[in-house]
């Protein structure tokens, strides 16, 4: 889209009354998401969070939000969850011509501030950020994360009471603002602690030649699987949180660049890093939850020129667990986390959408896209058995028993039954015979 135009100019203006700074014209989803948000705050929402996918411009719908405020004659403070952050936030937000306060929860000062803008606000469900709101506690805040759940369980009631649901993932490939991804997976879950391949293998027989992340178990297993690629002749680092800060930053500019084929994470590129030439993806280890396996997954659906999908080899069957990103997630502020929709929430019509990858089928035919056979129809077998009664009724004691048969006596004499009547009835209930004395009792 061109920059440019000033009808694609005007669309953000009339959404951001008073901004003079041309900057890239807002895609439809976004403008409708912070439209929401503010009127949610106008009209009495305090603390509102906006949840959007990752690759769908979150950042910079919070930076119109941003702006907007401050034309309002607000004094916005822009916070991150890491002092490393600060400058990131700063170069982005200057180069939409946006220019908040820029702080960390770690920041010495407090400025005044009426405003309160938190990315990846999952960071800030902490003992530490309500210091924040201590400082500032009748400010209205907006916050966006593309995962509403702390990994440590703790919900995120405490930091926002609404949220605004800005863009899915799969809305987003839908639109041609993600690639679609492919998935590639054992045919079942794997044991703990087992891979159904090496990583270099699997990417020499279906990745070859592809920008990739291999995200490893451990240190050590990271280690085995980069000298295995470089073996192989494929340029390969790891990459962890020991990493020392400027090799980590050549690291990631040599990904970004093309350099570097295949990094080997531990524990880091989960968020936050913009990796658009990588796609494919290699998960050599388990993922406890839909949030954190959503995180690694797309970090190769972000657009780049050439770049027609990304392929996740699934090393463990992870993906049997969690799904597919395109699938329906369901959110939840009260800390029960990001979870994986039902086959109802999932698809309308199972009969004409691919099980595996979604993409539409003809029922009862293999999917056009993945391969995917359908599932067969099985008929029940058949194995013989007699039918017998529910008798609840044989669970009964003497008495119970008694008060029955009293009013099966008092039927029998008023229908002019004779006495074996009575004994039949009793017989067939209880399964067995009704003595003399039991019957007197009942006269």
């Given at each position: 889209?061109?920059?440019?135009?000033?009808?694609?100019?005007?669309?953000?203006?009339?959404?951001?009354?008073?901004?003079?700074?041309?900057?890239?014209?807002?895609?439809?989803?976004?403008?409708?998401?912070?439209?929401?948000?503010?009127?949610?705050?106008?009209?009495?929402?305090?603390?509102?969070?906006?949840?959007?996918?990752?690759?769908?411009?979150?950042?910079?719908m919070l930076a119109e939000i941003a702006r907007y405020r401050m034309n309002q004659g607000r004094r916005v403070g822009w916070f991150a969850h890491r002092v490393e952050l600060l400058e990131q936030a700063r170069e982005e937000l200057s180069a939409l011509g946006v220019f908040p306060e820029v702080l960390s929860i770690q920041s010495k000062t407090r400025p005044e501030l009426d405003y309160l803008i938190q990315d990846e606000v999952h960071h800030f469900a902490s003992d530490e950020w309500r210091k924040i709101f201590d400082c500032y506690p009748d400010v209205e805040v907006a916050s966006g994360t593309a995962t509403p759940a702390r990994a440590d369980g703790r919900g995120l009631h405490t930091i926002a009471d609404r949220m605004v649901?800005?863009?899915?993932?799969?809305?987003?490939?839908?639109?041609?603002?993600?690639?679609?991804?492919?998935?590639?997976?054992?045919?079942?879950?794997?044991?703990?602690?087992?891979?159904?391949?090496?990583?270099?293998?699997?990417?020499?027989?279906?990745?070859?030649?592809?920008?990739?992340?291999?995200?490893?178990?451990?240190?050590?297993?990271?280690?085995?699987?980069?000298?295995?690629?470089?073996?192989?002749?494929?340029?390969?680092?790891?990459?962890?949180?020991?990493?020392?800060?400027?090799?980590?930053?050549?690291?990631?500019?040599?990904?970004?660049?093309?350099?570097?084929?295949?990094?080997?994470?531990?524990?880091?590129?989960?968020?936050?890093?913009?990796?658009?030439?990588?796609?494919?993806?290699?998960?050599?280890r388990t993922v406890g939850s839909v949030m954190l396996f959503d995180q690694i997954v797309m970090r190769g659906m972000r657009l780049f020129p050439g770049k027609e999908d990304c392929l996740l080899v699934d090393l463990t069957g992870a993906s049997y667990i969690h799904g597919h990103p395109n699938e329906e997630r369901l959110y939840s502020l009260d800390g029960t986390g990001v979870r994986r929709g039902t086959e109802t929430d999932l698809i309308a019509d199972p009969g004409t959408s691919c099980r595996v990858c979604g993409a539409p089928t003809e029922p009862g035919t293999a999917c056009g896209e993945c391969g995917t056979e359908p599932k067969a129809l099985v008929v029940p077998k058949v194995s013989p058995s007699p039918f017998v009664k529910y008798a609840f009724m044989r669970r009964q004691n003497e008495e119970e028993k008694l008060a029955w048969l009293k009013k099966q006596v008092q039927t029998q004499r008023a229908k002019g039954y004779k006495q074996g009547w009575v004994f039949y009835r009793f017989q067939t209930v209880y399964g067995e015979r009704l003595s003399s004395e039991l019957y007197r009792k009942a006269q």
């Amino acid at each position: 889209m061109d920059a440019e135009s000033p009808d694609l100019v005007r669309a953000v203006l009339e959404i951001f009354p008073g901004s003079d700074v041309v900057v890239p014209p807002m895609r439809e989803y976004q403008r409708t998401a912070c439209r929401r948000l503010v009127d949610a705050q106008d009209a009495g929402a305090k603390r509102v969070m906006l949840v959007s996918c990752c690759g769908s411009g979150k950042s910079r719908m919070l930076a119109e939000i941003a702006r907007y405020r401050m034309n309002q004659g607000r004094r916005v403070g822009w916070f991150a969850h890491r002092v490393e952050l600060l400058e990131q936030a700063r170069e982005e937000l200057s180069a939409l011509g946006v220019f908040p306060e820029v702080l960390s929860i770690q920041s010495k000062t407090r400025p005044e501030l009426d405003y309160l803008i938190q990315d990846e606000v999952h960071h800030f469900a902490s003992d530490e950020w309500r210091k924040i709101f201590d400082c500032y506690p009748d400010v209205e805040v907006a916050s966006g994360t593309a995962t509403p759940a702390r990994a440590d369980g703790r919900g995120l009631h405490t930091i926002a009471d609404r949220m605004v649901i800005a863009a899915r993932v799969s809305e987003m490939v839908e639109q041609g603002f993600l690639v679609p991804l492919r998935i590639e997976r054992p045919n079942k879950i794997m044991p703990p602690n087992t891979l159904n391949a090496r990583p270099v293998d699997a990417y020499l027989e279906m990745a070859s030649g592809r920008s990739a992340l291999v995200y490893s178990a451990n240190l050590k297993a990271a280690q085995e699987h980069c000298d295995e690629f470089l073996a192989a002749g494929i340029e390969a680092k790891v990459l962890s949180g020991t990493t020392p800060k400027e090799e980590r930053k050549r690291i990631i500019e040599d990904l970004r660049s093309g350099a570097l084929r295949v990094c080997v994470s531990v524990s880091v590129l989960t968020e936050g890093t913009n990796l658009p030439r990588v796609s494919c993806i290699l998960l050599a280890r388990t993922v406890g939850s839909v949030m954190l396996f959503d995180q690694i997954v797309m970090r190769g659906m972000r657009l780049f020129p050439g770049k027609e999908d990304c392929l996740l080899v699934d090393l463990t069957g992870a993906s049997y667990i969690h799904g597919h990103p395109n699938e329906e997630r369901l959110y939840s502020l009260d800390g029960t986390g990001v979870r994986r929709g039902t086959e109802t929430d999932l698809i309308a019509d199972p009969g004409t959408s691919c099980r595996v990858c979604g993409a539409p089928t003809e029922p009862g035919t293999a999917c056009g896209e993945c391969g995917t056979e359908p599932k067969a129809l099985v008929v029940p077998k058949v194995s013989p058995s007699p039918f017998v009664k529910y008798a609840f009724m044989r669970r009964q004691n003497e008495e119970e028993k008694l008060a029955w048969l009293k009013k099966q006596v008092q039927t029998q004499r008023a229908k002019g039954y004779k006495q074996g009547w009575v004994f039949y009835r009793f017989q067939t209930v209880y399964g067995e015979r009704l003595s003399s004395e039991l019957y007197r009792k009942a006269q």
